[in-house]
C-alpha cells in the first residue's frame, strides 16, 4: 500500500499570497487526487492530476486558482492562489493503490491552512 | 451525481458499548466503499474496505457491512474505547481511477 508524505504540515498565511503544497508518494501510481476540507466540512475533490497531462478540475475549482503539477509518478503540487480566509482548511492529497483488499485509496496527513 | 449520507452526525456513548454507524449511498452502481477514520486536524486513516462483489469485512473489533441493492453499509464497533473518538468517514468508489464520494461522517466520542 502507498504511503503519502505532504509538506508543509500548516502554514499560517496572509491573505493575498500564495502557498504550494507537496504531496510525495513511496511508490509510481497513476492517478493522484487532491482534497480539500473546510472546517467541519466533509472533503470535497478538487481535482485529479494525471502525470503528463493537465489536471481535471470539479466544478467550482478552476486552475488559475489553484494550479497543479505532475511532473513524474511519484509528486505533485497544489497551489492555492492569492489566499483569502475561505481558503483555511485541510488540503489533502491522496493515490488510488493496490492493497491487501484489492485497489484502494490511501490519504496523506493533509495540510492545514490557515489565511489571516 | 453519488450521493453519500452518514447517520448519525454524532454520537456519544460510554465506554464498552457496541455501536452502529450508518451510510447511505444513491447510485448502487459502485465499484468499492472505504470506511476511514479521521482524528482532530489530521489526515484519513483507512479502517476497512469492501468491494462491491463483498457483503462484509473485518478488522479487530470493527466490522463493516455492505448491502448494495438498498444502498446502505454498516461500521459496527464492539467494545468500544475512549481511543476509538473520532470522525468516521464513509467513502464511495464508482469506478478505479476515480475520486471518491464522501458523506460528511460521524463524530464519535467514547467516554471513560
Known amino acids: 500500500s502507498a504511503v503519502i508524505s505532504q509538506k508543509p504540515s500548516r502554514d499560517i498565511c496572509q491573505r493575498g499570497t500564495s502557498l504550494t503544497i507537496q504531496c510525495q508518494v513511496d511508490?509510481?501510481?497513476?492517478?493522484m487526487f487532491w482534497y480539500r476540507q473546510q472546517p467541519g466540512q466533509s472533503l470535497t475533490l478538487i481535482a485529479t492530476?494525471?502525470?503528463?497531462?493537465?489536471?481535471?478540475?470539479e466544478s467550482g475549482f478552476v486552475i488559475d486558482k489553484f494550479p497543479i503539477s505532475r511532473p513524474n509518478l511519484t509528486f505533485s503540487t497544489l497551489t492555492v492562489s492569492n489566499m483569502s480566509p475561505e481558503d483555511s482548511s485541510i488540503y489533502l492529497c491522496?493515490?488510488?493503490?493496490f492493497g491487501e483488499g484489492g485497489n484502494e485509496q490511501f490519504f496523506g496527513p493533509g495540510t492545514r491552512l490557515t489565511v489571516l | 451525481k453519488q450521493e453519500v449520507t452518514q447517520i448519525p452526525a454524532a454520537l456519544s456513548v460510554p465506554e464498552g458499548e457496541n455501536l452502529v454507524l450508518n451510510c447511505s449511498f444513491t447510485d448502487s452502481a459502485i465499484y468499492n466503499l472505504q470506511w476511514f477514520r479521521q482524528d482532530p486536524g489530521k489526515g484519513l486513516t483507512s479502517l476497512l474496505l469492501?468491494?462491491?462483489?463483498?457483503r462484509e469485512q473485518t478488522s479487530g473489533r470493527l466490522n463493516a457491512s455492505l448491502d448494495k441493492s438498498s444502498g446502505r453499509s454498516t461500521l459496527y464497533i464492539a467494545a468500544s474505547q475512549p481511543g476509538d473518538s473520532a470522525t468516521y468517514l464513509c467513502?464511495?468508489?464508482?469506478?478505479?481511477?476515480?475520486?471518491?464520494?464522501f458523506g460528511k461522517g460521524t463524530s464519535l466520542l467514547v467516554t471513560p
Open positions: 467513502a464511495v468508489g464508482t469506478a478505479s481511477g476515480y475520486a471518491l464520494n
Open positions: 491522496s493515490v488510488e493503490d
Open positions: 511508490s509510481q501510481v497513476t492517478m
Open positions: 469492501i468491494q462491491s462483489s463483498q
Open positions: 492530476a494525471n502525470q503528463g497531462s493537465e489536471a481535471t478540475y
